[in-house]
């Protein structure tokens, strides 16, 4: 199939039925498409907005013939406003170092994401991924991406270690959280969820209406904490719009 985009078709495709990768005993399919190069950042925001989420020059949204348990969600950032519990997590990390770099992958990086893999994902579908893998999936990017980078202070002024990096695509409307991964030594810290409370605060500072989380999966251990981040907008068939508490129990479709 083909879709119009201010300027060119995209062709469309759908993967062949694979395990779920978040519910068991369900298949799941996919549709995708490549991003093209040149128009590449404005085709992304809009398949963004649609409900697409990016990996390297592919955009793709779940397509599946007897599921609609993955929801796209993002949080209204103007309209958040940030509790005790939030701004506990927000001083508990405020002497890390946050340090925004180009989107070029490191063994440093690539380190920190093994052990956060093998500690918090065994088994998983990323589990298996190599650091050519691990390059393209930083790299091979057409749209406007960046790292953020969070280090531990040091006693020297020299950089810190690293204890948390998130890939980033910069949209029209806000920005999208790729990726995340953090050392699974820290857990007080509470890393996953400051990265995100981080990129709201940078939100609400330079007026971006949105920070995209990508899907949420009712029935899922690995998604319930973005049901935690409260407003937050699904999309449906109507449209965005803000998810009521009664939707977080609701049958999935």
Known sequence: MTQHFPTRQLRFYLTAP??????????????????????GPVVNDALTQSGFRRSQHIAYRPACETCAACISVRIPA????FSRSDR????????????????EATMEQFSLLRRYLGARHAGGGMTDMGWADFVAMVEDTPVRSHLMEYR???????????AGCVLVDLLGDGLSMVYSFYDPDLPRR??????????????????????YLGY?????????????????EALGPQGWRLMAP????????
């Open 190 to 211: 509470s890393l996953g969820r400051f990265m995100i409370l981080d990129h709201l605060t940078q939100a609400q500072l330079t007026g971006m209406p949105y920070v």
């Open 88 to 103: 506990k997590t927000l001083n508990r990390n405020a002497d890390l170092k946050r340090g925004l770099v180009e989107a």
């Open 246 to 253: 009664r939707d977080l129990d609701a049958p999935d479709a």
């Open 152 to 162: 531990l202070p040091s006693e020297d002024g020299a950089p810190g270690e690293l």
């Open 18 to 39: 694979a395990p779920c990768p978040y519910l068991p005993d369900r298949l799941e399919r996919k549709v995708f498409a490549h991003l093209p190069l040149l128009e």
């Open 216 to 232: 949420w999966v009712k029935g899922s251990g690995k998604m319930d904490y973005k049901a935690r981040f409260q407003p937050l």
């Open 78 to 81: 103007a309209d958040y406003a």
